[in-house]
Nanobody
Framework: QVQFVESGGGLVQPGGSLRLSCAVS????????MAWYRQVPGNQRELVAG???????MYTDSVKGRLTISRDNAKNTVNLQMNSLKPGGTAIYYC?????????WGQGTQVTVSS
């Protein structure tokens, strides 16, 4: 079982930036396709950005050009640089494999975009 520990969330004004980080346990990180997801209470969890084990990236349309996903295989971490944040970005952010059909979710990290 792989475990995920997300960090880096907080309160930020519209237009601001945050960098989220996810520490992934286990020795198989380098072969995992990873992704960041977000969830607003009452809504389904949605995929925001993904990165394959080879480093290819993808983004949902609403975040293209503003969010950047990256990974560090030496540190077993996957990161999400978020720039030009909008109020619609307020959510709990989680990381998991892609698709997230095997491992339990971590606690997530709260991002609040508000003036």
């Amino acid at each position: 079982q792989v475990q995920f520990v997300e960090s880096g969330g907080g309160l930020v004004q519209p237009g601001g930036s945050l960098r989220l980080s996810c520490a992934v346990s286990g020795s198989i990180f380098r072969i995992l396709n990873m992704a960041w997801y977000r969830q607003v209470p009452g809504n389904q969890r949605e995929l925001v950005a993904g990165i394959t084990n080879g480093g290819s990236t993808m983004y949902t349309d609403s975040v293209k050009g503003r969010l950047t996903i990256s990974r560090d295989n030496a540190k077993n971490t996957v990161n999400l640089q978020m720039n030009s944040l909008k109020p619609g970005g307020t959510a709990i952010y989680y990381c998991n494999i892609n698709p997230p059909d095997v491992h339990d979710w971590g606690q997530g990290t709260q991002v609040t975009v508000s003036s």
